[in-house]
């Protein structure tokens, strides 16, 4: 089934509402995936609309702010697991947001249901080298990343 609404533009249910959008992340446009919760007979509802909206416009502002949380969570991650210790190459050393970039893929933005959440709920979806299995989210509450971890977070 496929519709055409007035803020996501045509999208279509497969298990879930979806459509593949380019977005420009650290200079490369990018091909994602945009999902956004909703039965296949629901509306979407306004607070759903108004996180989208408010996440596009102030995309290039926004994914600025991810690497930071992401590179303390990898850190604190191979801490935890002892890798600053041992040698893992599935978790090298990583010190800045360029060494980061390269071990990281965006794939997907999630628009969660209204009402979950106090606030904008967004999700978004990472791939990374470190964890192939369980990948890299973030949850983001009126565009400030309120949690990081495996991508159910974004969930």
Partial sequence: MIIKDTVFGEIEY???????????????????????DGDIDDKFGKGQHESYIVLMQNWEDLHQR????????????????????EFNKNYPL????D??????????IIVSYEDIYEGRDIGILFDCTWDEENGLGLRLIN???????YQDVAI
Avoid: S
Avoid at 99 to 108: A, D, N, S, Y
């Fill in 14 to 36: 497969t298990y879930g509402w979806c459509k593949d959008i380019t977005v420009e992340f650290f200079e490369k446009d990018t091909k994602i995936a945009l999902m956004i």
């Fill in 94 to 97: 990583i010190e800045t947001k």
């Fill in 66 to 85: 991810f690497l930071q949380p992401i590179l303390d969570y990898y850190n604190q991650k191979r801490n935890e697991l002892g890798y600053d210790i």
């Fill in 99 to 108: 060494q980061l970039l390269e071990h990281i893929t965006l794939v997907g």
């Fill in 143 to 149: 565009e400030k990343v309120i949690e990081v971890g």
